[in-house]
């Protein structure tokens, strides 16, 4: 187990009280908890920022009625094939399906992927979520 390490920090008094609403409202059953997510969701993000490696999922809904859709989504796809590790593909109704990419890989590629998705006519909607891959260096 890492070495625990207490500090204290100074916070004005509003500040603490809407820090508390937000970590209960969220369940946490503590601040040390809270803060440690918080930490750990900056530090993410600065290894994103500098190129590093993310997993996630691509989410979008579409008209599959479009015109040359279809072919457009799985020329990306085939060309995307070093990030993608899975999809699933379900109808929501006689027009409109539901898309779900599972990636891994460089945060560029990823958001490069998305964004190549996101353009295409006839995407209503698409939504990137990202986390890190497991293999950051936060504990």
Same mark, same amino acid.
């Given at each position: 187990?890492?070495?625990?390490?207490?500090?204290?920090?100074?916070?004005?008094?509003?500040? /603490?009280?809407?820090?508390?609403?937000?970590?209960? !409202?969220?369940?946490?059953?503590?601040? !040390?908890?809270?803060?440690?997510?918080?930490?750990?969701?900056? /530090? /993410?993000?600065?290894?994103?920022? =500098?190129? %590093?490696?993310? =997993?996630?999922?691509?989410?979008?809904?579409?008209?599959?009625?479009?015109?040359?859709? /279809? !072919?457009?989504?799985?020329?990306?796809?085939?060309?995307?094939?070093?990030?993608?590790?899975?999809?699933?593909?379900?109808?929501?109704?006689?027009?409109?399906?539901?898309?779900?990419?599972?990636?891994? %890989?460089?945060?560029?590629?990823?958001?490069?992927? =998305?964004?190549?998705?996101?353009?295409?006519? %006839?995407?209503?909607?698409?939504?990137?979520?990202?986390?890190? !891959?497991?293999?950051?260096?936060?504990?």
């Amino acid at each position: 187990m890492s070495e625990l390490v207490r500090f204290g920090v100074s916070l004005e008094k509003e500040l /603490l009280e809407r820090f508390d609403n937000l970590i209960r !409202s969220r369940k946490y059953t503590n601040r !040390s908890e809270a803060l440690r997510d918080m930490i750990r969701q900056e /530090l /993410l993000k600065q290894e994103w920022e =500098a190129g %590093g490696e993310v =997993a996630g999922a691509i989410t979008f809904i579409y008209d599959h009625h479009t015109r040359e859709l /279809l !072919s457009k989504i799985t020329d990306i796809q085939h060309d995307s094939q070093e990030v993608i590790i899975s999809t699933q593909h379900i109808h929501l109704d006689h027009h409109h399906c539901l898309e779900i990419i599972a990636v891994k %890989g460089r945060v560029k590629k990823v958001l490069k992927l =998305a964004d190549l998705l996101k353009a295409i006519k %006839g995407v209503r909607h698409c939504a990137l979520s990202m986390t890190g !891959s497991g293999e950051e260096v936060i504990k």
